[in-house]
Protein backbone atom coordinates (compact mmCIF):
# COMPACT_ATOMS: atom_id res chain seq x y z
CA UNK A 1 0.00 0.00 0.00
CA UNK A 2 1.18 3.21 -0.83
CA UNK A 3 2.18 5.62 1.97
CA UNK A 4 -1.10 8.09 0.64
CA UNK A 5 -3.55 5.43 0.72
CA UNK A 6 -3.15 4.55 4.34
CA UNK A 7 -5.00 7.54 5.39
CA UNK A 8 -7.93 6.58 3.42
CA UNK A 9 -7.63 3.07 4.30
CA UNK A 10 -7.32 4.09 8.44
CA UNK A 11 -10.90 6.09 7.81
CA UNK A 12 -12.79 2.58 6.04
CA UNK A 13 -11.25 0.49 8.75
CA UNK A 14 -12.31 2.70 11.27
CA UNK A 15 -8.83 2.57 12.86
CA UNK A 16 -8.15 4.46 16.68
CA UNK A 17 -4.15 3.80 17.17
CA UNK A 18 -1.52 3.08 15.15
CA UNK A 19 1.34 0.43 17.04
CA UNK A 20 4.45 1.39 15.36
CA UNK A 21 6.52 -1.87 15.56
CA UNK A 22 10.10 -2.74 15.24
CA UNK A 23 13.30 -4.58 17.01
CA UNK A 24 15.84 -4.28 19.03
CA UNK A 25 19.20 -5.90 17.49
CA UNK A 26 18.67 -8.78 19.42
CA UNK A 27 14.94 -9.13 17.70
CA UNK A 28 12.62 -8.48 20.26
CA UNK A 29 10.16 -6.46 19.06
CA UNK A 30 9.04 -2.97 20.39
CA UNK A 31 6.33 -0.88 19.76
CA UNK A 32 4.80 3.02 20.46
CA UNK A 33 0.95 3.26 19.90
CA UNK A 34 -0.07 6.44 18.70
CA UNK A 35 -3.59 7.55 18.04
CA UNK A 36 -4.44 7.55 14.06
CA UNK A 37 -4.57 11.18 14.48
CA UNK A 38 -0.46 11.61 14.65
CA UNK A 39 -0.42 8.73 11.43
CA UNK A 40 -0.14 11.69 8.82
CA UNK A 41 2.69 13.50 10.75
CA UNK A 42 3.95 10.14 11.17
CA UNK A 43 4.50 9.25 8.18
CA UNK A 44 5.79 12.35 6.72
CA UNK A 45 8.58 13.39 10.01
CA UNK A 46 8.84 9.96 11.67
CA UNK A 47 8.09 9.46 15.15
CA UNK A 48 10.89 10.01 17.85
CA UNK A 49 12.11 8.26 20.62
CA UNK A 50 15.53 7.47 22.93
CA UNK A 51 17.77 5.00 21.45
CA UNK A 52 19.94 4.52 24.06
CA UNK A 53 16.80 3.16 26.14
CA UNK A 54 16.91 0.77 23.47
CA UNK A 55 19.01 -2.67 23.28
CA UNK A 56 22.04 -2.08 21.34
CA UNK A 57 20.94 1.07 19.78
CA UNK A 58 22.83 4.17 20.64
CA UNK A 59 24.65 5.94 23.21
CA UNK A 60 23.28 8.92 25.14
CA UNK A 61 24.92 11.63 23.21
CA UNK A 62 23.42 10.30 19.88
CA UNK A 63 20.15 8.96 21.44
CA UNK A 64 17.86 10.94 19.16
CA UNK A 65 16.19 8.53 16.47
CA UNK A 66 13.28 8.49 14.60
CA UNK A 67 11.01 5.32 13.44
CA UNK A 68 9.40 6.21 10.12
CA UNK A 69 6.23 3.77 8.95
CA UNK A 70 6.46 1.15 6.20
CA UNK A 71 3.14 1.76 4.61
CA UNK A 72 3.61 -1.26 2.88
CA UNK A 73 3.53 -3.73 6.74
CA UNK A 74 -0.01 -1.70 7.13
CA UNK A 75 -2.55 -4.47 8.95
CA UNK A 76 -5.25 -4.40 11.05
CA UNK A 77 -4.36 -6.59 14.39
CA UNK A 78 -7.52 -8.36 14.97
CA UNK A 79 -7.39 -8.80 18.67
CA UNK A 80 -6.97 -4.90 19.64
CA UNK A 81 -10.27 -4.22 19.22
CA UNK A 82 -11.47 -2.92 22.66
CA UNK A 83 -11.91 0.89 22.71
CA UNK A 84 -11.47 1.36 19.33
CA UNK A 85 -9.59 -0.63 16.62
CA UNK A 86 -5.45 -0.80 16.08
CA UNK A 87 -3.97 -1.03 12.97
CA UNK A 88 0.42 -2.66 12.69
CA UNK A 89 3.14 -1.07 11.25
CA UNK A 90 6.81 -2.08 11.18
CA UNK A 91 9.45 0.51 11.47
CA UNK A 92 12.35 1.80 9.80
CA UNK A 93 14.71 3.94 12.00
CA UNK A 94 16.17 7.07 11.12
CA UNK A 95 18.95 9.35 12.56
CA UNK A 96 18.45 12.64 13.71
CA UNK A 97 20.27 13.86 10.27
CA UNK A 98 17.48 12.09 8.23
CA UNK A 99 19.80 9.41 7.04
CA UNK A 100 19.11 5.78 7.90
CA UNK A 101 20.53 4.74 11.50
CA UNK A 102 23.23 2.15 11.05
CA UNK A 103 22.28 -0.01 13.92
CA UNK A 104 18.69 -0.67 12.72
CA UNK A 105 18.46 -4.47 12.01
CA UNK A 106 15.75 -4.12 9.16
CA UNK A 107 18.19 -0.83 7.39
CA UNK A 108 21.14 -3.91 7.43
CA UNK A 109 19.45 -6.56 5.77
CA UNK A 110 17.90 -3.41 3.10
CA UNK A 111 21.52 -2.82 2.27
CA UNK A 112 22.50 -6.74 2.14
CA UNK A 113 19.66 -7.36 -0.59
CA UNK A 114 20.29 -3.71 -2.48
CA UNK A 115 23.81 -5.12 -2.94
CA UNK A 116 22.50 -8.69 -4.22
CA UNK A 117 20.40 -6.59 -6.27
CA UNK A 118 22.78 -4.49 -8.17
CA UNK A 119 24.48 -8.43 -8.93
CA UNK A 120 21.13 -8.99 -10.69
CA UNK A 121 19.72 -11.18 -8.10
CA UNK A 122 16.58 -11.01 -6.05
CA UNK A 123 17.57 -13.35 -2.31
CA UNK A 124 14.05 -15.39 -1.64
CA UNK A 125 14.07 -17.31 1.91
CA UNK A 126 11.31 -19.60 3.24
CA UNK A 127 11.75 -20.49 6.95
CA UNK A 128 10.60 -22.94 9.24
CA UNK A 129 9.80 -21.49 12.96
CA UNK A 130 9.34 -23.80 15.54
CA UNK A 131 8.34 -23.08 19.05
CA UNK A 132 6.88 -24.49 22.33
CA UNK A 133 3.21 -23.92 23.83
CA UNK A 134 3.52 -24.13 27.52
CA UNK A 135 1.06 -23.59 30.45
CA UNK A 136 1.27 -20.53 32.51
CA UNK A 137 -0.82 -22.26 35.69
CA UNK A 138 1.67 -23.22 38.64
CA UNK A 139 5.08 -22.53 39.38
CA UNK A 140 6.63 -24.48 36.51
CA UNK A 141 6.88 -22.56 33.25
CA UNK A 142 7.82 -25.67 31.17
CA UNK A 143 4.02 -27.64 31.48
CA UNK A 144 3.66 -28.64 28.15
CA UNK A 145 0.17 -28.03 26.56
CA UNK A 146 0.15 -31.54 25.48
CA UNK A 147 2.46 -35.15 24.86
CA UNK A 148 1.42 -35.61 20.99
CA UNK A 149 4.38 -36.06 18.38
CA UNK A 150 5.51 -35.40 15.06
CA UNK A 151 2.66 -34.88 12.39
CA UNK A 152 0.27 -36.32 15.70
CA UNK A 153 -3.49 -34.64 15.97
CA UNK A 154 -3.39 -32.05 18.27
CA UNK A 155 -5.23 -31.67 21.93
CA UNK A 156 -8.18 -29.70 21.27
CA UNK A 157 -6.53 -27.03 23.64
CA UNK A 158 -3.51 -26.89 20.72
CA UNK A 159 -5.79 -27.30 17.78
CA UNK A 160 -7.64 -23.87 19.28
CA UNK A 161 -4.26 -22.43 19.96
CA UNK A 162 -3.27 -23.12 16.26
CA UNK A 163 -5.73 -22.25 14.46
CA UNK A 164 -6.06 -18.75 16.30
CA UNK A 165 -2.72 -18.09 15.59
CA UNK A 166 -3.00 -19.02 12.04
CA UNK A 167 -6.10 -16.72 11.47
CA UNK A 168 -4.23 -13.57 13.02
CA UNK A 169 -1.80 -14.16 10.08
CA UNK A 170 -4.00 -14.67 7.73
CA UNK A 171 -4.97 -11.14 8.98
CA UNK A 172 -1.63 -10.07 8.83
CA UNK A 173 -1.41 -10.95 5.26
CA UNK A 174 0.63 -14.22 5.96
CA UNK A 175 -0.18 -16.96 3.48
CA UNK A 176 0.01 -19.90 5.71
CA UNK A 177 0.99 -23.16 3.81
CA UNK A 178 1.15 -25.21 6.82
CA UNK A 179 1.21 -25.82 10.24
CA UNK A 180 1.78 -28.96 12.75
CA UNK A 181 2.70 -30.78 15.60
CA UNK A 182 6.32 -30.85 15.95
CA UNK A 183 8.36 -33.65 17.71
CA UNK A 184 8.72 -32.31 21.07
CA UNK A 185 6.05 -32.82 23.47
CA UNK A 186 3.76 -29.52 23.00
CA UNK A 187 5.92 -28.13 20.12
CA UNK A 188 4.55 -26.72 16.97
CA UNK A 189 5.73 -24.88 13.53
CA UNK A 190 3.80 -22.89 11.03
CA UNK A 191 5.10 -22.53 7.95
CA UNK A 192 4.20 -19.55 5.38
CA UNK A 193 5.32 -19.14 1.42
CA UNK A 194 8.88 -18.25 0.62
CA UNK A 195 9.78 -14.67 -0.30
CA UNK A 196 11.63 -11.36 -0.71
CA UNK A 197 14.05 -11.71 2.29
CA UNK A 198 13.04 -8.84 3.89
CA UNK A 199 9.18 -9.00 3.73
CA UNK A 200 10.12 -12.63 5.07
CA UNK A 201 11.61 -10.75 7.87
CA UNK A 202 9.07 -9.35 8.13
CA UNK A 203 6.67 -12.09 8.56
CA UNK A 204 8.81 -13.63 10.98
CA UNK A 205 8.67 -11.35 13.72
CA UNK A 206 4.72 -10.95 13.13
CA UNK A 207 4.27 -14.83 13.30
CA UNK A 208 6.38 -14.27 17.19
CA UNK A 209 4.22 -11.44 18.01
CA UNK A 210 0.95 -13.67 16.91
CA UNK A 211 1.89 -16.18 18.91
CA UNK A 212 2.70 -14.81 21.93
CA UNK A 213 0.06 -12.51 22.13
CA UNK A 214 -2.43 -15.52 21.39
CA UNK A 215 -1.34 -17.57 24.00
CA UNK A 216 -1.40 -15.12 26.63
CA UNK A 217 -5.22 -15.05 26.09
CA UNK A 218 -5.42 -18.78 26.26
CA UNK A 219 -3.46 -18.79 29.28
CA UNK A 220 0.03 -20.23 28.05
CA UNK A 221 2.93 -18.76 26.87
CA UNK A 222 4.54 -19.30 24.00
CA UNK A 223 8.36 -19.43 23.48
CA UNK A 224 11.03 -19.86 20.99
CA UNK A 225 13.64 -20.40 22.82
CA UNK A 226 15.67 -22.96 21.27
CA UNK A 227 16.20 -25.47 24.14
CA UNK A 228 13.63 -25.04 26.95
CA UNK A 229 13.55 -28.50 28.07
CA UNK A 230 15.91 -31.03 28.48
CA UNK A 231 16.12 -34.32 27.12
CA UNK A 232 13.40 -32.50 24.48
CA UNK A 233 13.50 -31.74 20.74
CA UNK A 234 14.81 -28.42 20.34
CA UNK A 235 13.18 -25.14 18.48
CA UNK A 236 15.09 -24.83 15.37
CA UNK A 237 13.85 -22.55 11.99
CA UNK A 238 14.89 -24.21 9.25
CA UNK A 239 15.49 -21.72 6.53
CA UNK A 240 15.13 -22.56 2.37
CA UNK A 241 17.05 -20.11 0.34
CA UNK A 242 17.01 -19.21 -3.66
CA UNK A 243 18.18 -16.75 -5.78
CA UNK A 244 16.14 -15.17 -8.64
CA UNK A 245 18.04 -14.01 -11.37
CA UNK A 246 15.76 -10.82 -12.20
CA UNK A 247 17.53 -10.52 -15.75
CA UNK A 248 16.94 -14.13 -16.79
CA UNK A 249 13.79 -13.94 -14.78
CA UNK A 250 14.89 -17.79 -13.85
CA UNK A 251 15.49 -19.69 -10.55
CA UNK A 252 19.37 -18.69 -10.38
CA UNK A 253 19.99 -21.98 -8.46
CA UNK A 254 18.28 -24.74 -11.36
CA UNK A 255 20.46 -26.53 -13.85
CA UNK A 256 18.56 -29.68 -15.04
CA UNK A 257 22.30 -31.28 -16.03
CA UNK A 258 23.23 -32.09 -12.50
CA UNK A 259 22.86 -34.61 -10.37
CA UNK A 260 21.71 -32.47 -7.66
CA UNK A 261 19.83 -29.94 -10.28
CA UNK A 262 21.64 -26.96 -8.86
CA UNK A 263 23.87 -24.67 -11.29
CA UNK A 264 27.19 -23.21 -10.63
CA UNK A 265 25.77 -20.12 -8.81
CA UNK A 266 24.56 -22.56 -5.96
CA UNK A 267 27.54 -24.59 -5.36
CA UNK A 268 29.19 -20.97 -5.10
CA UNK A 269 26.76 -19.77 -2.47
CA UNK A 270 26.81 -23.37 -0.82
CA UNK A 271 30.61 -22.99 -0.84
CA UNK A 272 30.32 -19.12 0.69
CA UNK A 273 28.13 -19.71 3.69
CA UNK A 274 30.15 -22.77 4.80
CA UNK A 275 33.43 -20.75 4.37
CA UNK A 276 31.84 -18.57 6.73
CA UNK A 277 29.09 -20.40 9.01
CA UNK A 278 31.43 -20.29 12.18
CA UNK A 279 30.84 -16.36 12.17
CA UNK A 280 26.89 -16.80 10.92
CA UNK A 281 26.29 -18.94 13.99
CA UNK A 282 27.23 -15.94 16.26
CA UNK A 283 24.26 -14.67 14.55
CA UNK A 284 22.02 -17.71 13.40
CA UNK A 285 22.11 -19.26 16.85
CA UNK A 286 22.06 -16.13 19.08
CA UNK A 287 21.95 -17.71 22.90
CA UNK A 288 23.99 -19.36 25.35
CA UNK A 289 21.07 -21.94 25.34
CA UNK A 290 21.03 -22.26 21.53
CA UNK A 291 23.80 -24.61 21.23
CA UNK A 292 22.09 -27.05 23.76
CA UNK A 293 20.13 -27.52 20.77
CA UNK A 294 23.36 -28.63 18.69
CA UNK A 295 24.03 -31.51 19.82
CA UNK A 296 24.24 -35.19 18.55
CA UNK A 297 21.07 -37.31 19.39
CA UNK A 298 18.25 -34.84 17.84
CA UNK A 299 17.81 -33.77 13.78
CA UNK A 300 20.02 -30.25 14.25
CA UNK A 301 23.24 -30.30 12.79
CA UNK A 302 26.69 -30.85 14.62
CA UNK A 303 29.12 -30.95 11.42
CA UNK A 304 30.14 -28.75 8.47
CA UNK A 305 28.34 -30.80 5.46
CA UNK A 306 26.23 -30.82 2.84
CA UNK A 307 23.95 -33.29 0.99
CA UNK A 308 20.80 -34.08 -0.62
CA UNK A 309 18.77 -37.28 1.71
CA UNK A 310 21.17 -36.65 4.59
CA UNK A 311 19.41 -34.85 7.47
CA UNK A 312 22.25 -34.62 9.33
CA UNK A 313 23.67 -32.38 7.21
CA UNK A 314 24.21 -28.47 7.81
CA UNK A 315 23.29 -27.39 4.31
CA UNK A 316 20.57 -29.90 2.39
CA UNK A 317 18.97 -29.84 -1.07
CA UNK A 318 15.80 -30.88 -1.29
CA UNK A 319 15.03 -33.56 -4.41
CA UNK A 320 11.71 -33.17 -5.36
CA UNK A 321 11.97 -29.56 -7.14
CA UNK A 322 13.32 -31.78 -10.01
CA UNK A 323 10.42 -31.24 -11.92
CA UNK A 324 9.58 -27.60 -11.20
CA UNK A 325 12.63 -25.67 -11.59
CA UNK A 326 11.40 -22.56 -9.75
CA UNK A 327 11.78 -24.27 -6.47
CA UNK A 328 15.21 -25.16 -6.12
CA UNK A 329 16.99 -24.30 -3.31
CA UNK A 330 19.18 -24.93 -0.23
CA UNK A 331 17.69 -25.06 3.36
CA UNK A 332 20.26 -24.18 6.01
CA UNK A 333 19.64 -25.99 9.07
CA UNK A 334 21.33 -24.58 12.13
CA UNK A 335 19.56 -21.68 13.00
CA UNK A 336 16.93 -21.05 15.63
CA UNK A 337 14.29 -19.28 16.10
CA UNK A 338 15.76 -16.85 18.84
CA UNK A 339 17.71 -15.07 16.01
CA UNK A 340 16.72 -11.08 14.79
CA UNK A 341 15.73 -12.42 11.17
CA UNK A 342 16.91 -9.23 9.44
CA UNK A 343 20.46 -9.79 10.86
CA UNK A 344 20.43 -13.83 9.71
CA UNK A 345 19.18 -13.37 6.57
CA UNK A 346 21.27 -10.59 5.76
CA UNK A 347 24.72 -12.37 6.85
CA UNK A 348 23.33 -15.66 5.30
CA UNK A 349 23.29 -13.65 1.90
CA UNK A 350 26.44 -11.68 2.21
CA UNK A 351 28.59 -15.23 2.57
CA UNK A 352 26.50 -17.08 -0.35
CA UNK A 353 27.52 -13.83 -2.75
CA UNK A 354 30.89 -13.41 -1.38
CA UNK A 355 31.11 -17.46 -2.45
CA UNK A 356 29.46 -16.59 -5.69
CA UNK A 357 32.05 -13.51 -6.22
CA UNK A 358 35.37 -15.64 -5.32
CA UNK A 359 33.80 -18.67 -7.56
CA UNK A 360 34.44 -21.15 -4.71
CA UNK A 361 32.91 -24.59 -4.96
CA UNK A 362 32.24 -26.51 -1.87
CA UNK A 363 33.56 -29.69 -0.73
CA UNK A 364 32.05 -33.29 -1.32
CA UNK A 365 28.38 -33.86 -0.58
CA UNK A 366 28.47 -36.60 2.59
CA UNK A 367 24.96 -38.53 1.99
CA UNK A 368 25.86 -41.32 4.81
CA UNK A 369 25.11 -40.50 8.79
CA UNK A 370 27.78 -37.68 10.37
CA UNK A 371 26.99 -39.62 13.24
CA UNK A 372 28.09 -42.92 12.92
CA UNK A 373 31.37 -41.75 11.42
CA UNK A 374 34.33 -41.96 14.09
CA UNK A 375 36.51 -39.16 14.41
CA UNK A 376 39.24 -40.71 12.50
CA UNK A 377 36.68 -40.75 9.51
CA UNK A 378 35.43 -36.99 10.11
CA UNK A 379 39.38 -36.02 9.84
CA UNK A 380 39.56 -38.21 6.79
CA UNK A 381 36.55 -36.65 4.95
CA UNK A 382 37.77 -32.83 5.98
CA UNK A 383 34.66 -32.72 8.04
CA UNK A 384 34.99 -29.47 10.42
CA UNK A 385 32.11 -29.09 13.31
CA UNK A 386 30.27 -26.19 14.20
CA UNK A 387 30.75 -23.89 16.96
CA UNK A 388 30.08 -25.20 20.33
CA UNK A 389 29.18 -22.29 22.51
CA UNK A 390 28.68 -18.96 21.76
CA UNK A 391 32.02 -18.01 22.81
CA UNK A 392 32.97 -20.18 20.24
CA UNK A 393 31.16 -18.71 17.44
CA UNK A 394 31.74 -14.67 18.52
CA UNK A 395 35.63 -15.75 18.43
CA UNK A 396 34.76 -16.62 14.83
CA UNK A 397 32.97 -13.18 14.48
CA UNK A 398 35.86 -11.05 15.24
CA UNK A 399 38.09 -12.47 13.18
CA UNK A 400 35.29 -12.84 9.94
CA UNK A 401 35.92 -9.97 7.59
CA UNK A 402 33.15 -10.70 5.80
CA UNK A 403 30.32 -10.99 8.28
CA UNK A 404 31.59 -8.45 9.96
CA UNK A 405 31.11 -6.21 7.22
CA UNK A 406 27.62 -7.30 6.48
CA UNK A 407 26.80 -6.17 10.25
CA UNK A 408 28.59 -2.88 10.13
CA UNK A 409 30.93 -1.52 12.74
CA UNK A 410 28.20 0.17 14.76
CA UNK A 411 25.70 -2.60 14.74
CA UNK A 412 29.12 -5.39 15.05
CA UNK A 413 30.43 -3.53 18.31
CA UNK A 414 27.60 -3.35 20.37
CA UNK A 415 26.42 -7.00 19.35
CA UNK A 416 29.77 -7.92 20.73
CA UNK A 417 29.24 -5.71 24.06
CA UNK A 418 26.04 -7.57 24.49
CA UNK A 419 27.42 -11.51 23.58
CA UNK A 420 30.29 -11.16 25.92
CA UNK A 421 28.50 -9.67 28.88
CA UNK A 422 25.56 -12.50 27.95
CA UNK A 423 28.48 -15.36 28.31
CA UNK A 424 29.93 -13.48 31.26
CA UNK A 425 26.77 -13.92 33.14
CA UNK A 426 26.20 -17.30 31.93
CA UNK A 427 30.14 -18.33 33.24
CA UNK A 428 29.16 -17.53 36.83
CA UNK A 429 25.86 -19.27 37.13
CA UNK A 430 25.75 -22.30 39.57
CA UNK A 431 23.53 -25.02 38.13
CA UNK A 432 21.21 -27.55 39.49
CA UNK A 433 23.14 -30.25 37.49
CA UNK A 434 26.51 -28.88 39.53
CA UNK A 435 24.88 -28.95 42.60
CA UNK A 436 23.68 -32.98 41.91
CA UNK A 437 26.84 -33.96 40.84
CA UNK A 438 29.47 -32.14 42.71
CA UNK A 439 28.12 -31.22 46.14
CA UNK A 440 28.39 -34.27 47.73
CA UNK A 441 30.99 -35.99 45.62
CA UNK A 442 33.65 -33.21 46.63
Known amino acids: ?153 SSHEGYKVLKKIVGALENFGINVEASHHEVGIGQYEIDFRYGSCVDIADKVLTLKYCAKKIAQMHNMHATFMPKPVMGRAGSGMHIHQSLYDTKKKANAFYDKEHKYNLSKT ?52 PKWFKAKPEAARIELRCPDPACNPYLAFAVMLKAGMEGIKNNL ?57 IKTKEWGEFKKQVTNWEIETYLDTF
Request: aromatic share 10%; net charge negative; with cysteine.
Open 266 to 317: AYSFIAGQIKHIGAMCAILCPTVNSYKRLVTGYEAPVYVTWAAMNRSALLRI
Open 1 to 153: MEAGKILEQVKKDDIKFITLQFTDLLGVIKEVITPVERLEEALRDGVWFDGSSVEGFARIQESDLFLKPDATTYAIVPWLSEDGKSARLICDIYSADGKPFGGDPRYILKQAAAKAAKEGFEYNVGPEPEFYLFRTDGEKRTTPIDYSGYFDL
Open 361 to 417: MPPEPVEEDIYSLDDESRVRKNIDALPTSLQEAMEELKKDKTIREALGEHLLGRYID
